[in-house]
């Protein structure tokens, strides 16, 4: 059972606009999530986070909204550049409270297409 | 940024082989490490957490005698399966994590494993 949901495999922006992928989540324990950026042959990049306690988390061109209560994030690029072009996947994960990480669930990922 | 360096990035080798492969955090200390498979077209799957100095902890349905792990020192973390079989062939991509539960993961490029 799939507990972290990218529903759309790909999509497709001009240069310029904004891009919005999407993620929803079905565990209610999830508490913190993160957004990476992979490229062909190379590991995810990380590229923004958002705790439960938050429900935007803002840096540069990248925004990161959460709806608890609809389980649903997305993930705001703005503008899209080609450069952006690369497969994004959503991670969330049910922290240990009082410290250590802990093991990521992921999306299938979503590639996003910046077209010039 | 954070970098962690995984070896090698690609294994082809005959069934019954036992194969290792290093995960190295590079810039900072890793208190913990995690290890991850990916089957073709879905998502990155968590296989084990593995914290300096202690045993590894696995998740469900993975055998411990088959996936080997030692995180021996705060920057190295080995993966071993252990006589592998082609259903073993795989996409394996280790993270590293320094202390606090709000720190992000850092993934390597990840391990192509081809059983033939």
């Known amino acids: 059972d799939q507990q972290v949901k990218q529903n759309s495999p790909s999509l497709s922006v001009q240069e310029g606009r904004i891009s919005i992928l999407n993620c929803d989540y079905t565990?209610?324990?999830?508490?913190?999530f993160l957004w990476y950026k992979k490229y062909p042959a190379e590991g995810p990049t990380f590229l923004i986070s958002i705790s439960s306690i938050k429900d935007k988390n803002e840096d540069g061109r990248f925004t990161v909204f959460l709806n608890k209560s609809a389980k649903h994030l997305s993930l705001h690029i703005v503008p899209s550049q080609p450069g952006d072009s690369a497969v994004y996947f959503c991670a969330a994960s049910a922290r240990i409270k009082g410290g250590g990480a802990d093991g990521l669930t992921f999306g299938k990922g979503t590639h996003l297409i910046i077209q010039p | 940024g954070a970098v962690v360096s995984q070896h090698p990035s690609r294994v082809i080798c005959k069934s019954g082989t036992s194969v290792k492969i290093e995960c190295r955090s590079l810039?900072?200390?890793?208190?913990?490490m995690f290890w991850y498979r990916q089957f073709p077209k879905q998502s990155l799957m968590l296989m084990a957490t593995s914290n300096e100095g202690s045993k590894a902890t696995y998740e469900q349905g993975v055998e411990k005698d088959k996936f080997l792990i030692n995180h021996a020192s705060l920057t190295l973390s080995t993966l071993t399966v252990t006589s592998a079989h082609p259903e073993d062939s795989s996409f394996y991509i280790c993270?590293?994590?320094?202390?606090?539960?709000?720190?992000?993961?850092?993934f390597g490029d990840g391990t192509r494993l081809s059983i033939l």
């Open positions: 565990n209610s324990m999830f508490d913190y």
């Open positions: 810039d900072f200390q890793a208190t913990t």
């Open positions: 993270s590293a994590s320094s202390q606090g539960s709000n720190q992000p993961q850092h």
